[in-house]
């Protein structure tokens, strides 16, 4: 009976490989790049202690 759960559990799936157009590893880097750019900016309000409006010279 453990035997058969844990063959069901397992899946293999093929790592996503870069190519053009809307796919799934296009849809990963542009996450990381987002998850980036947002740490950089809390990173930005938090050591000049300005927004990002305000840094940008919008305020």
Do not use: C, H
Request: net charge negative; hydrophobic share 45%; glycine share 10%.
């Amino acid at each position: 009976m453990t035997d058969k759960i844990s063959t069901e559990s397992k899946t293999s799936t093929a790592p996503a490989e870069p190519s053009f157009g809307w796919n799934e590893y296009a849809e990963l880097v542009n996450g990381r790049f987002a998850m980036v750019g947002f740490v950089i900016l809390l990173g930005l309000e938090f050591f000049t202690g300005q927004d990002l409006w305000t840094w940008l010279g919008l305020r």
